[in-house]
């Protein structure tokens, strides 16, 4: 079955940078692409960007440009979202989901990112 | 790429049929098939309920719908029931390898 599993809670100080892991398994890795989402708290739905994971390819949401990368590992299933120059507004919780492809369909369980100082 | 507009809540009874509507513009929830619907429950991943407007994944109840009329998306969902008590929403293609939620609709069942 398909599975996205996703790294454990952070936190950091402003300014500092984050990275989040989800490993992929139950499906061909690469005939799928990933989106990140993010949910501060009380909030809604944020799409943050999208990767390839057969090249590598990547679009960002206008918000994030320059502030996010998001990268893949074919050997590990494993895509990453790397956000810096954090601040307080970034606490959240961060998804993958997979693009099913017209839809999010399977999520991670969501990693919960805490910008404090 | 501003989000899509849905109202902040919607409640029915159980038994009932309620709707809730996404509006966007032109050039995502008009220019595009591609709206999905999401559940979610306090604490969880969110669910898809509905894909390319109107097409439900396999194992969703048919008591939810999705229909589009211009830059208006609705999901309708019927014989309401306690555990449709939930957080609900909208997302469409925006073209250009992008994609934009809704605000979010909390659904109480009364």
């Known amino acids: 079955q398909v599975q996205l599993v996703q790294s454990g809670a952070e936190v950091k100080k402003p300014g500092a940078s984050v990275k989040v892991s989800c490993k992929a398994s139950?499906?061909?890795?690469?005939?799928?692409?990933m989106h990140w989402v993010r949910q501060a708290p009380r909030q809604g739905l944020e799409w943050m960007g999208i990767?390839?994971?057969?090249?590598?390819?990547?679009s960002y949401a206008q918000k994030f440009q320059g502030r996010v990368t998001m990268t893949r590992d074919t050997s590990t299933s494993t895509v990453d979202m790397e956000l810096s120059s954090l601040r307080s507004e970034d606490t959240a919780v961060y998804y993958c989901a997979r693009n099913g492809p017209t839809s999010f369909d399977y999520w991670g369980q969501g990693t919960l990112v805490t910008v404090s100082s | 790429q501003s989000a899509l507009t849905q109202p902040a809540s919607v409640s029915g009874s159980p038994g009932q049929s309620i709707t809730i509507s996404c509006t966007g513009i032109s050039s995502d929830v008009g220019g595009y098939n591609y709206v999905s619907w999401y559940q979610q429950h306090p604490g969880k991943a969110p669910k898809v309920m509905i894909y390319d407007v109107s097409k439900r994944p396999s194992g969703v109840s048919n008591r939810f719908s999705g229909s589009k009329s211009g830059n208006t998306a609705s999901l309708t969902i019927s014989g309401l029931q306690a555990e449709d008590e939930a957080d609900y929403y909208c997302c469409s293609y925006a073209g250009s390898s992008t994609w934009v939620f809704g605000g979010g609709t909390k659904l109480t069942v009364l």
């Open positions: 139950g499906y061909t890795f690469t005939n799928y692409y």
């Open positions: 990767i390839n994971p057969s090249g590598g390819s990547t």
